[in-house]
């Protein structure tokens, strides 16, 4: 409820779930000694990568950010401010898969995270309420993307896919 009175939103979250993958992310973190770089794939307010890094013990990591809204970018930056992470924060506008094209191969040194459309919807579909969670014909397409992606031996992955509040 903190983050909620403090942080901004984009349209696409849902506070329970971003804080309960904030605490994901903030775990992975402590059982990855090596990750110097959180790679948030749909990244929205940047609020889940960024309360793990301020929450975490770890302060030698940073967060790039990738999402297809450009409301994200200012959304992201600005919490990324209030939370004085801007030094530690870059945002990507783009689709996942075209982040991933670039960034691949991965290293062990990154920790990709993601919580990824997941719904399964007609491809037509385009009504911006179900953009966020259109995961194609099966509601595995972006995962199946993330999972796919040439990662170098060591790399870390962290998913949510799905909604841990909505049925």
Request: proline share 7%; net charge negative; glycine share 8%.
């Amino acid at each position: 409820e903190k983050a909620a009175q403090v942080l901004s939103f984009t349209h696409f979250d849902d506070v329970y779930d971003t804080l309960i993958y904030s605490r994901l992310i903030e775990k992975a973190l402590g059982l990855a000694p090596g990750v110097r770089s959180i790679i948030d794939l749909g990244a929205g307010s940047s609020i889940p990568g960024l309360l793990a890094i301020s929450d975490s013990d770890r302060k030698d990591v940073s967060l790039l950010a990738v999402d297809l809204d450009p409301e994200a970018r200012t959304v992201g930056a600005e919490n990324a401010a209030k939370l004085g992470l801007s030094d530690k924060f870059q945002f990507r506008l783009g689709r996942l898969e075209e982040a991933l094209s670039d960034l691949a191969p991965l290293s062990p040194q990154s920790m990709v995270v993601s919580n990824p459309p997941y719904i399964a919807s007609p491809e037509h579909l385009q009504e911006k309420f179900f953009i966020p969670v259109n995961g194609g014909p099966e509601g595995d397409d972006y995962l199946l993307k993330i999972l796919n992606t040439p990662m170098a031996a060591g790399t870390h992955v962290v998913l949510l896919w799905g909604s841990l509040t909505a049925p």
